[in-house]
């Protein structure tokens, strides 16, 4: 069954609103991994909002480890919200920095060097 087929469009225009506030915070004014400003997109699954770029490299990563949705174009769940409203830049990093294993990690310098 498809599950995105449960969020009625009420709900939907709700989980706009909630991840626009959450967007509003300054931990996520910012992506998480580069820190462009104005992030549009969230790894669902490791609780990061992130740059249009950023997500095109956490989707080549595959989904088992992130998940990439955009805040404006995708249907959300109601628990994918809920764990970026309790997750968020901050925690995110702070947890995954400490928690990945390190050819992710290597890949996450990769990254930061590219992106200067
Ligand atoms: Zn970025």
């Known amino acids: 069954m498809n599950e995105k087929a449960l969020v009625t469009k009420d709900l939907n225009a709700k989980h706009t609103k909630i991840l626009e506030g959450l967007l509003k915070l300054p931990e996520n004014r910012e992506c998480a991994d580069c820190r462009?400003?104005?992030?549009?997109?969230a790894s669902v699954n490791l609780g990061a909002?992130?740059?249009?770029?950023c997500s095109g490299i956490h989707r080549s990563l595959g989904v088992h480890i992130?998940?990439?949705?955009?805040?404006?174009?995708?249907?959300w769940l109601p628990e994918q919200v809920a764990f970026m409203q309790c997750m968020?830049?901050?925690?995110?990093n702070d947890y995954w920095e400490a928690e990945l294993p390190v050819d992710y990690d290597r890949s996450m310098?990769?990254?930061?060097i590219r992106a200067k």
């Open 36 to 41: 462009n400003k104005a992030p549009r997109w």
């Open 49 to 53: 909002f992130i740059c249009m770029q």
């Open 66 to 75: 992130s998940k990439v949705r955009s805040t404006t174009l995708d249907t």
């Open 88 to 92: 968020g830049n901050k925690k995110s």
């Open 109 to 112: 310098i990769e990254r930061f």
